[in-house]
């Protein structure tokens, strides 16, 4: 082969069989990447729209990289091509583009039809990403800071702080206060609380609710949990 065929531009049809059978096996593996990211991601995003992108983003790869690989014009066309696109949209967490990295690299191997590795690879790396976040999810808590307002009752009768330690203790794994303010018309309290799962916050947030009518309650998320 010498530098002329390097640079040329076939003009011969692409084999549609095989590339109907890759765009199959593409869309089968970007739904599981899309269940997978549903089940396992952890990100405060809509996790069920940021999925639909992975199809998209997964086989359109594919088909680019099935065009330009029998031709180096055409992978340097594509070069510069990318080189003057710019994307407007931050990805907040690194995570989301972890996952867009692999349906980008099981795009690269369908197209270059390194379909058994590919196949192989894909659903080795998304069953030890499953595993991991499994152990992750049963080894480590959610340690959250909890901010309660409290309007005292005009009786003033009431033991707000023993009250707040016995139902919080119920509820958590460790808790730790940190701050109580007491004033003649509002009590505040901070707490360091270690939860075993998202669960509890809700059984906490119920029995606080019923026990201390007017009760205001914040949760600060320190592990990706959202406020409530």
């Known amino acids: 082969m010498n530098i002329e065929d390097l640079f040329s ?17 593409g869309f089968l593996l970007s739904l599981i990447l899309r269940k997978h990211f549903k089940v396992f991601g952890s990100t405060l995003s809509n996790r069920e729209e940021f999925s639909q992108v992975f199809p998209f983003i997964l086989l359109t790869t594919l088909l680019i990289i099935t065009i330009v690989k029998s031709s180096l014009a055409l992978s340097l066309g594509l070069v510069g091509a990318l080189s003057i696109v710019r994307f407007r949209t931050p990805i907040k967490e690194p995570e989301e583009l972890a996952y867009l990295f692999i349906a980008i690299a099981i795009g690269l191997g369908l197209g270059a039809n390194q379909v058994l590795a590919t196949i192989t690879g894909s659903l080795s790396i998304l069953l030890l990403m499953a595993l991991i976040g499994k152990y992750k999810k049963k080894a480590a808590g959610k340690n959250i800071y909890l901010s309660l307002d409290i309007v005292p009752s ?11 330690n016995k139902i919080i203790s119920a509820h958590t794994v460790l808790n ?47 592990n990706q949990l959202p406020s409530l």
């Open 154 to 164: 005009l009786d003033g009768e009431n033991n707000y702080l023993d009250q707040l």
């Open 9 to 25: 531009v076939s003009n011969d049809p692409l084999a549609t069989a095989p590339l109907l059978i890759n765009i199959g096996i």
């Open 176 to 222: 730790d206060l940190r701050r109580y303010d007491l004033r003649s018309d509002l009590i505040e309290a901070t707490y360091f609380i270690d939860i075993s799962s998202t669960d509890s916050l809700a059984a906490l947030t119920q029995e606080l609710a019923k026990e201390i009518p007017g009760v205001s309650v914040t949760f600060l998320d320190q």
